[in-house]
């Protein structure tokens, strides 16, 4: 059974800090990672995407990954109160050749971004 | 506009009604998913469909049905025989040689 770990949170930032959500998985075949927000009640949106160890920046979200640790997180920098929503991790695993590619989801991380 | 419809929005289901979700896309894409969210859970996988006239079971197919007749349509029924049926459904879709999913607005299922 391949999973997918987060706190459930609330992770509660003040407004303009660096919020960081972190997450594992237990599929050393893992090869891709992505980052979802959801907003209460609404679809999941991906946010980053990442598939090599070390960071990857785009705006203010950086995503980290280390393999070696199955390790992903997500850094979000001057944190704003629209910031305010659920963080979904999810990883792929293709499985090779002929294999449908599946993404596996955390639980998500509440993030709260106060005035 | 290219994209995913899913309807109903809001569904309300008798016990012992089999009621059926509809999800549509003319984005052309061949891999087509449902997902099922539970309050304050993640997203857990139903059935997949790689390709027109075929689809495997996910994690938690026990008490759903699907048909995949035409690239653009992969409805999901949800039978009498899934004896948990409210949650947030979700229907997505991944674009030839992306991983990402693209996911529709969500159908929300009650039992009554």
């Known amino acids: 059974q391949k999973e997918v770990e987060q706190n459930s949170g609330p992770l509660s930032v003040p407004e303009g800090a660096i919020a960081s959500l972190n997450c594992t998985y237990s599929d050393r075949g893992s090869q891709s990672f992505f980052w979802y927000r959801q907003y209460s009640g609404k679809s999941p949106e991906l946010i980053m995407s990442i598939y090599s160890n070390g960071d990857k920046e785009d705006g203010r979200f950086t995503a980290q990954l280390n393999k070696a640790s199955q390790y992903v997180s997500l850094l979000i920098r001057d944190s704003q109160p629209s910031d305010s929503a659920t963080y979904l991790c999810a990883v792929d695993w293709a499985g090779g050749t002929g294999t449908a590619s599946k993404l596996t989801f955390g639980t998500g991380t509440r993030l709260q971004v106060t005035l | 506009d290219g994209g995913i419809t899913q309807s109903p929005k809001y569904l309300f289901r008798k016990e012992g009604q089999n009621v059926t979700l509809s999800c549509e896309q003319n984005l052309n894409h061949d891999a087509m998913y449902w997902y099922r969210q539970d309050p304050g859970q993640g997203l857990r996988l139903i059935y997949y469909?790689?390709?027109?006239?075929?689809?495997q079971k996910g994690d938690i197919a026990e008490g759903y049905s699907v048909s995949r007749e035409k690239k653009e349509s992969f409805p999901l029924t949800v039978t009498s025989a899934q004896k948990n049926p409210t949650a947030f459904y979700l229907c997505?879709?991944?674009?030839?040689?992306?991983?990402?999913?693209?996911f529709g607005s969500g159908t929300r299922l009650t039992v009554v």
């Open positions: 997505a879709t991944r674009e030839p040689g992306e991983e990402s999913y693209t």
């Open positions: 469909s790689q390709i027109v006239n075929d689809f």
